[in-house]
């Protein structure tokens, strides 16, 4: 049983896998590809522009990286840890600061900043 949260855009657009990049290294946090679409990934690949979902290593274990129209679904196990619940919460902020998307959280939805704010999150 899968955690989810999705980041919503204003428009049909989502963030490149490179802005989610940058904006993970604002708040110190290393990703590496380890699928693309169901197929393994080289750790510094670039998915085609057309993905649908990706796999990626990061401190505490894996979140995947659902994409739809307008919408980036982040996904982690059900009995995650606490190192990779806050790794988790980075990779949910750095899609909504890639793209100036909304996070769906229990209480309604929330800005990347209010988000960060509300997570203990200190970006660069």
């Known amino acids: 049983m899968g955690l ?19 904006q993970l290294t604002r708040v110190r946090e ?12 080289f750790p510094d690949e670039t998915p085609d522009a057309a993905w649908k979902e990706l796999r990626i290593g990061i401190a505490g274990g894996m979140v995947t990286i659902r994409r739809g129209p307008g919408v980036l679904t982040c996904v ?8 990779l619940t806050t790794a ?10 890639a793209g100036d998307g909304q996070i769906e959280s229990p209480s309604g939805s929330v800005s990347a900043a209010e988000f960060a704010r509300a997570s203990g999150l200190y970006p660069a």
């Open 4 to 22: 989810d949260r999705a980041v919503r855009f204003p428009s049909t657009d989502t963030p490149s896998w490179e802005t989610i990049c940058a």
């Open 88 to 97: 988790w919460e980075k990779v949910l902020w750095a899609c909504a600061a």
């Open 76 to 83: 982690v196990w059900g009995n995650a840890e606490a190192a």
């Open 30 to 41: 290393a990703a590496l590809l380890r699928m693309i679409d169901g197929l393994p990934a």
